[in-house]
């Protein structure tokens, strides 16, 4: 199949071997952590708060890690990026095994976590093309989500068994395991050089900020992209907080439901983002892609909303193909958007701040979600953001820039 043809070449093989292994680890961590502050504090604001402190440093230090991408060898950040959480998973692990661990400890290594993807985020999206020839990266793309959308499937299935049978201890550990794992299959890749610049400069703090500044002038004179981003942060904060932060409670309040239940929903949508990377894999061009892609944003929006309805098991679960298909074509689109019209010595600069944009309202919607839970009908606050998500989805077409992209 065309989908599979990146495959071809063994650095990005290496990479994504490594990444999907790592990233079953952490959607396995994502159900275990979340079962273990249920049980432990019964509160939303608790769920919140453990989000809120992984997001924050990475929005305070993305901008700079996105300078460093665009300035130092791509692969060596993720190896110290896969390394240096190997190592945070690894205390924690211990920590819970030994009964020590607190929820002050967990919200310290989120801390650490947060860093970490403040520079492993940009670094792995500009690494990627810089790895691939043009011809090819339509199906990197696509193998790169597929192993995400793997890792979404197979750890939450595993974390929820992990969880009720063999307690949250042995997830952490096996998520420890992966990062080191990943990290080992960079080691091949160290030698990759630095992106070629167009203008030798030394890393001193004032030339990366005249690095950010510059990325953030290319973002702003795109309406595409500044558009895009804006648009985003808000679809994410109706999207992500209900999911991570009110999904537990959803099962088991509105539900009845325990966390074999929450791990097979989460492993259900992405799912559909897999039947959406195949499909788009073998597809060599997708025509009007800005209304495509935000009327998919808002598909998406409607799919998370009905979850709030009185609905059987087997209507969630279209709900929640439906939701991360759309999702998975909206997301496609973007990254191919941002290879085509980014420079590549300027991709990790512009991809800290999609990053940014993506996550700097995070903390707000997890903490606010967090709120509300304690105080609202569960079910109601889904309808609610669902339909947010949907209505903001559907404003940039009011954009000609936006409509006319082919």
């Keep these: 199949m065309a989908i599979f043809r990146a495959f071809h070449h063994r650095a990005f093989s290496l990479l994504v071997s490594g990444q999907t292994l790592s990233r079953m680890g952490d959607f396995l961590y994502q159900i275990a952590l979340a079962w273990w502050v249920l049980e432990k504090t019964n509160s939303g604001i608790a769920m919140g708060a453990v989000f809120l402190f992984t997001l924050t440093p990475t929005i305070l230090f993305v901008l700079l890690g996105g300078a460093l991408v665009d300035r130092l060898p791509r692969a060596r950040l993720l190896f110290l990026s896969d390394l240096g959480r190997g190592a945070i998973m690894t205390l924690i692990t211990l920590l819970a095994l030994s009964n020590q661990l607190e929820l002050w400890m967990v919200y310290i290594g989120s801390l650490l976590f947060g860093f970490a993807d403040a520079f492993f985020t940009p670094a792995l999206q500009a690494l990627v093309p810089q790895i691939i020839p043009q011809e090819d990266l339509t199906s990197a793309n696509s193998i790169n989500s597929l192993s995400m959308q793997l890792g979404r499937v197979a750890g939450p299935a595993l974390g929820g068994i992990l969880v009720g049978f063999g307690g949250t201890t042995l997830a952490f550990g096996i998520n420890a395991a992966s990062f080191l794992i990943s990290a080992f299959t960079l080691i091949p890749l160290l030698s990759i050089p630095a992106p070629a610049r167009s203008e030798e400069t030394e890393s001193t703090p004032q030339h990366l900020l005249a690095d950010i500044r510059e990325g ?10 500044w558009v895009s981003i804006i648009t985003f942060a808000f679809v994410n904060i109706t ?16 539900l009845g439901g325990d966390e074999k239940l929450l791990g097979l929903l989460y492993a259900v949508f992405p799912i559909g983002y897999a039947i959406s990377g195949v499909a788009l894999g073998n597809v060599q061009r997708l025509r009007h892609r800005g209304i495509v892609s935000y009327i998919c944003s808002a598909v998406a929006g409607i799919g998370l909303g009905v979850f709030g309805l009185k609905l059987p098991l087997w209507a969630l679960i279209v709900a929640a193909l439906v939701n991360g298909a759309a999702l998975e074509i909206s997301g496609l689109i973007w990254t191919n958007i941002l290879q085509e019209l980014v420079p590549q010595e300027k991709l990790g600069r512009i991809a800290s701040i999609d990053t940014l944009g ?31 998500a949907a209505l903001v989805s ?5 954009h000609p820039s936006i409509r006319g992209l082919d």
Excluded: E, K
């Design 239 to 254: 999207l992500a907080g209900p999911f991570s932060v009110g999904m537990p409670f959803l099962v088991r309040n509105h």
């Design 216 to 225: 953030w002038q290319t973002t702003v004179a795109s309406p595409i992209l």
């Design 394 to 398: 559907l404003l940039p077409l009011l």
């Design 358 to 388: 993506s996550f700097v309202l995070l903390p707000l919607g997890f903490a606010f979600t967090g709120w509300l839970v304690d105080r609202l009908d569960i079910a109601i606050i889904f309808i609610a953001v669902g339909a947010v």
